[in-house]
């Protein structure tokens, strides 16, 4: 696979440099700092339009900046606003609703005459990505789409480390890097659209079972009489050490409260997800039936809290 570091490339004329335009819909955890990024990062005469059915997001994230941001009071506005459009939200449904409300509004061509980018970060299932990619290559829209997941959560996103995993044609890659390159560290090019939401649900999948795998693992090296420091670091100078392991171990996250991270709803949703394209592709996945039967039962007890959480959900079982 591909691998294109950030390298940010403006695509405008370096000797008259004209003001360019963004739309940012979803405000959520990951797309607050993901838009609060690439407004700090652009130059100060851009605008970004950020539009979220939280206004109190879209308020106080405008109360942010002195200059270079504008509230859009729905998604048609901040769509005809803009030259480039970043998407970043929570389900599949969602992003249909918002793509259909953007071809319903027939949106103009922008004023510089390119053709409008739209760059979807959200993690949705690729059958309705490549369908909303349809959408906007069609006459209402007559846009360019991008599937650009991400890798690297609210820590990532904050911190502007993000990886994201792009889905495009070889001709939009140059203009998506400069895109991206606010918001991440690493592009990955994963092939043509719908790759980059393979690459992410493939991703996730290893993600959710790992995840298990190390709570109990930890589980049982403490009632073992281990201390779980020495266990931590027996496991991440072995063969098990993982993301889980290392950089989200629960007995670390046990002293937080699980609170933040990655909720264990999004982790169970984006397992559905990668069972959804497994099924539709004829893959075999022999630890999914389990696993989303654990993540639910961590849902019901637990709620909104980080996905480590099934470490806590472990000890207490009777």
């Known amino acids: 696979m591909p691998i294109h570091h950030l390298l940010f490339r403006r695509t405008f004329s370096s000797t008259v440099r004209r003001e360019a335009t963004y739309g940012f819909i979803g405000l959520g955890k990951m797309g607050l700092p993901m838009a609060r990024n690439l407004r700090q990062k652009l130059p100060k005469d851009?605008?970004?339009y950020v539009y979220d059915v939280n206004t109190s997001a879209t308020a106080a994230f405008a109360g942010e900046f002195t200059s270079g941001v504008e509230v859009a009071e729905s998604v048609a506005e901040a769509v005809a606003c803009s030259e480039t459009v970043i998407t970043m939200l929570p389900e599949p449904s969602h992003v249909a609703s918002v793509f259909s409300a953007i071809a319903a509004s027939n949106p103009p061509p922008p004023p510089s005459g390119a053709q409008r980018l739209f760059v979807d970060s959200s993690t949705i299932d690729i059958r309705t990505s490549l369908s909303t990619?349809?959408?906007?290559?069609?006459?209402?829209?007559?846009?360019?789409?991008?599937?650009?997941?991400?890798?690297?959560?609210?820590?990532?996103?904050?911190?502007?480390?993000?990886?994201?995993?792009?889905?495009?044609?070889?001709?939009?890659?140059?203009?998506?890097?400069?895109?991206?390159?606010?918001?991440?560290?690493?592009?990955?090019?994963?092939?043509?659209?719908?790759a980059g939401l393979a690459g992410k649900l493939a991703n996730n999948y290893v993600l959710a079972i790992s995840n298990i795998a190390v709570a109990e693992a930890m589980n049982l090296g403490l009632k073992l009489g281990l201390d779980s420091k020495v266990l931590k670091q027996v496991i991440n100078s072995s063969s098990g050490r993982c993301w889980a392991s290392e950089v989200n171990n629960p007995v670390d996250n046990e002293a937080k409260g699980f609170a933040g991270g990655f909720g264990t709803p999004l982790m169970l949703k984006d397992l559905r997800l990668a069972v959804k394209a497994a099924q539709e592709s004829g893959a075999?996945?022999?630890?999914?039936?389990?696993?989303?039967?654990?993540?639910?039962?961590?849902?019901?007890?637990?709620?909104?809290?980080?996905?480590?959480?099934?470490?806590?959900?472990?000890?207490e079982a009777k």
Do not use: N
């Open 46 to 48: 851009d605008t970004v």
């Open 284 to 315: 075999r996945l022999e630890m999914a039936e389990r696993a989303e039967g654990v993540y639910q039962q961590v849902v019901e007890k637990e709620g909104v809290k980080d996905f480590s959480v099934v470490y806590k959900w472990l000890k």
């Open 133 to 194: 990619s349809r959408l906007v290559a069609s006459p209402a829209i007559a846009g360019a789409f991008v599937d650009a997941p991400v890798s690297g959560g609210v820590v990532g996103a904050s911190a502007g480390t993000l990886a994201f995993l792009v889905g495009c044609p070889p001709e939009l890659l140059e203009r998506v890097e400069g895109v991206l390159a606010h918001m991440g560290s690493r592009i990955l090019h994963c092939g043509k659209p719908g």
